[in-house]
T-cell receptor, first 116, second 115 residues
Framework: DAGVIQSPRHEVTEMGQEVTLRCKPI?????LFWYRQTMMRGLELLIY????????DSGMPEDRFSAKMPNASFSTLKIQPSEPRDSAVYFC??????????????FGPGTRLTVL | AQKVTQAQTEISVVEKEDVTLDCVYE???????LFWYKQPPSGELVFLIR??????QNEISGRYSWNFQKSTSSFNFTITASQVVDSAVYFC????????????FGPGTRLSVLP
């Protein structure tokens, strides 16, 4: 398997524009996570899905952020409109629940977003 | 409120030394998860371990070991015989069971292993 794939790897946009980040999890994984990393706030869990269903989006910073998982092989994180404070590295991760003793998250390479 | 403290901001050791990274957490939950992640200089994130609060057994994986003590709310990580490739930022994290709301990361400890 190619691992978790994220696109684009880098995105530079202007304030007010819509930004869509994409993630393809590892085939067969039933959990998908979106994280954000900034210098100011560190690492944060934004939202996670189980079997394509959003379970907890309490980490999503505000209504400008939305995430979808239309099928088991694809998820998007959208920011509309984008603001400079959204500049961060966004990581996607997936995992397969194999019981309490087993649960490894595999991370994508991240998308570095810069909002000017 | 959930909180994770990694008091060691930076640690430097010489190769082959053992090193322990401290993690202290605060939670009112009776069941929760604890995690460790590694972020090498290249920037990717690597999941190292997840520990359930009801399992206080220590974990060993190769040169890595974890000591979970509920009595002191600590989940410390030890690298035995450190190597240069262990140089990274290590994050401890706390999550309610099963995941989600109030998932909290610590600020990270930067480990430098010198040759």
């Amino acid at each position: 398997d190619a691992g978790v794939i994220q696109s684009p790897r880098h995105e530079v946009t202007e304030m007010g524009q819509e930004v869509t980040l994409r993630c393809k999890p590892i085939s067969g994984h039933d959990y998908l996570f979106w994280y954000r990393q900034t210098m100011m706030r560190g690492l944060e869990l934004l939202i996670y899905f189980n079997n394509n269903v959003p379970i907890d989006d309490s980490g999503m910073p505000e209504d400008r952020f939305s995430a979808k998982m239309p099928n088991a092989s694809f998820s998007t994180l959208k920011i509309q409109p984008s603001e400079p404070r959204d500049s961060a590295v966004y990581f996607c991760a997936s995992s397969f629940w194999a019981g309490e003793a087993e649960d490894t998250q595999y991370f994508g390479p991240g998308t570095r977003l810069t909002v000017l | 409120a959930q909180k994770v403290t990694q008091a060691q901001t930076e640690i430097s050791v010489v190769e082959k030394e053992d090193v322990t990274l401290d993690c202290v957490y605060e939670t009112r939950d009776t069941t929760y998860y604890l995690f460790w992640y590694k972020q090498p200089p290249s920037g990717e994130l690597v999941f190292l371990i997840r520990r359930n609060s009801f399992d206080e057994q220590n974990e060993i994986s190769g040169r890595y070991s974890w000591n979970f003590q509920k009595s002191t709310s600590s989940f410390n990580f030890t690298i035995t015989a450190s190597q240069v490739v262990d140089s990274a930022v290590y994050f401890c994290a706390l999550s309610p069971f099963p995941y989600g709301q109030n998932f909290v990361f610590g600020p990270g400890t930067r480990l430098s292993v010198l040759p």
